[in-house]
């Protein structure tokens, strides 16, 4: 395509915080939702499946790649701006390629208060609306008042009551999983001015706790299962003797510091490693306790059954 860059066979190795996983058929950062449009109607005409990548700290990208187009949501669509509005608060414009902790330490510099959990979160801003994501208590449905999003067809506007937000869903990730075309380009938010030196002291508490309790420093996902109603994934996986537990020694692993990650030591096991410990941590938890844990980290290509 004349106008846009579309590179091939492209690793994505590196557009993942799982770091594995194979290339991309086809590959394009978008500036905006023309371009993104243009990409869906190329991929169309050329007969090639679409996925959306944000920051990559939510999937799980087979070894055999994406046999078709990447667009990658990312710096080409990252705007960040502010707003006050006359009664006082402040309208704040993220771009969903924009990192969803630079959105909080934004909302941190003005003295707002609400996003302070948001800091530590790895995710997209995009990524972020479509899963609703949140920590400590908090999630990004408790600020957004608006979302701009391409439906396959011409840029739209949600309200928040729009969005069907809920426990780690809203309408994009039920659209997408209609199987109908659907990219977030960027969402407006509301917060309320607080007292800076208290919104610094709460962010920098929530940042130690992450840290002492999360292998941050370690390749991974994040939370690998959903909370499932009236238990904690994590809680459940102990009971069930894995948390630090291993299939083999290809790297991924159960962290021994939070059994809710699964993690990929050194960056050295492959995605099908990855996704046969956790597999076996579902099956195991089952038999353990009768709870059936649901995979937070989407699954990306083909992977073996």
Same mark, same amino acid.
């Given at each position: 395509?004349?106008?846009?860059?579309?590179? !091939?066979? *492209?690793?994505? @190795?590196?557009?993942?915080?799982?770091?594995? %996983?194979?290339?991309?058929?086809? #590959? $394009?950062?978008?500036?905006?939702?023309?371009?993104?449009?243009?990409?869906?109607?190329?991929?169309?005409?050329?007969?090639?499946?679409?996925?959306?990548?944000?920051?990559?700290?939510?999937?799980?990208?087979?070894?055999?790649?994406?046999?078709?187009?990447?667009?990658?949501?990312?710096?080409?669509?990252?705007?960040?701006?502010?707003?006050?509005?006359?009664?006082?608060?402040?309208?704040?414009?993220?771009?969903?390629?924009?990192?969803?902790?630079?959105?909080?330490?934004?909302?941190?510099?003005?003295?707002?208060?609400?996003?302070?959990?948001?800091?530590?979160?790895?995710?997209?801003?995009?990524?972020?609306?479509?899963?609703?994501?949140?920590?400590?208590?908090?999630?990004?449905?408790?600020?957004?008042?608006?979302?701009?999003?391409?439906?396959? !067809?011409? *840029?739209?506007? @949600?309200?928040?009551?729009?969005?069907?937000? %809920?426990?780690?869903?809203?309408? #994009? $990730?039920?659209?997408?999983?209609?199987?109908?075309?659907?990219?977030?380009?960027?969402?407006?938010?509301?917060?309320?001015?607080?007292?800076?030196?208290?919104?610094?002291?709460?962010?920098?508490?929530?940042?130690?706790?992450?840290?002492?309790?999360?292998?941050?420093?370690?390749?991974?996902?994040?939370?690998?299962?959903?909370?499932?109603?009236?238990?904690?994934?994590?809680?459940?996986?102990?009971?069930?003797?894995?948390?630090?537990?291993?299939?083999?020694?290809?790297?991924?692993?159960?962290?021994?510091?939070?059994?809710?990650?699964?993690?990929?030591?050194?960056?050295?096991?492959?995605?099908?490693?990855?996704?046969?410990?956790?597999?076996?941590?579902?099956?195991?938890?089952?038999?353990?306790?009768?709870?059936?844990?649901?995979?937070?980290?989407?699954?990306?290509?083909?992977?073996?059954?």
């Amino acid at each position: 395509m004349a106008d846009i860059r579309i590179l !091939e066979n *492209v690793p994505l @190795a590196g557009y993942s915080t799982f770091r594995c %996983g194979g290339p991309a058929k086809y #590959f $394009a950062e978008p500036s905006d939702g023309n371009e993104v449009a243009k990409l869906f109607r190329w991929a169309g005409e050329t007969g090639l499946d679409v996925f959306v990548l944000g920051n990559g700290s939510n999937c799980l990208i087979s070894d055999n790649g994406f046999d078709g187009l990447v667009i990658k949501i990312g710096r080409n669509m990252s705007e960040l701006s502010s707003e006050e509005l006359s009664d006082g608060r402040v309208k704040i414009k993220a771009g969903a390629g924009l990192l969803l902790s630079r959105f909080g330490n934004y909302c941190t510099e003005l003295s707002l208060t609400g996003a302070e959990f948001a800091c530590g979160i790895p995710g997209s801003c995009g990524g972020a609306v479509f899963m609703n994501a949140g920590a400590y208590g908090g999630q990004v449905e408790d600020f957004i008042t608006k979302v701009i999003y391409w439906n396959g !067809e011409r *840029v739209l506007e @949600a309200s928040a009551d729009e969005c069907e937000f %809920g426990y780690r869903r809203s309408l #994009f $990730a039920r659209l997408e999983a209609e199987r109908k075309d659907v990219v977030i380009l960027s969402f407006e938010a509301v917060l309320s001015k607080g007292n800076k030196d208290e919104i610094v002291k709460l962010t920098e508490e929530l940042r130690a706790k992450r840290t002492a309790s999360q292998p941050l420093d370690v390749p991974s996902a994040g939370s690998t299962f959903k909370r499932p109603e009236g238990y904690f994934a994590a809680k459940l996986i102990e009971e069930a003797g894995l948390k630090g537990f291993a299939l083999d020694d290809s790297g991924a692993q159960v962290s021994p510091k939070h059994a809710g990650f699964v993690v990929n030591n050194g960056g050295r096991a492959k995605a099908s490693d990855v996704k046969k410990l956790i597999d076996h941590v579902a099956e195991k938890v089952y038999e353990n306790s009768g709870v059936r844990l649901e995979t937070e980290v989407r699954l990306i290509g083909e992977f073996e059954r």
